[in-house]
């Protein structure tokens, strides 16, 4: 592991928040899936993830893959200190699941 804080700068970690999941049912239907289609398999409302790499932007465990991809650039954004969008500390944002978008809040977690 690399050690950031030799330079005397540390990454803060991110607080990934699920705080909603949607399954769009008549559109998921429309292109061939059940009425029993659901929303994402993986994540849940209330869950939350903090980022444990030095430079805050690993996947953390149990995270799905396709939602991470979303997520990368916003959480390296706050993980160095940033705004995303230069305006937001607390960033909301979504997978790119069409079907079955899940909502994330993403807060930077200061040392302390």
Known sequence: MV????????MAKVKIKVIKTLCLKELAMQYGHSKEYKAC????EGDEFITKDPFG???P?????MAWQS???????????GKV???DEKHIVCCNDGLRPVIFELTREEEE
Do not use: R
């Not at 465990?61 to 893959?65: I, L, V, Y």
């Open 71 to 81: 997520l990368f650039m916003p959480v390296s954004v706050l993980a160095g200190g």
């Open 57 to 59: 932007n690993v996947m």
């Open 85 to 87: 969008l230069g305006i």
């Open 3 to 10: 050690d950031v804080q030799q330079w005397g700068y540390s």
């Open 41 to 44: 398999p993986v994540l849940k």
């Open 61 to 65: 465990d149990g995270f799905c893959h």
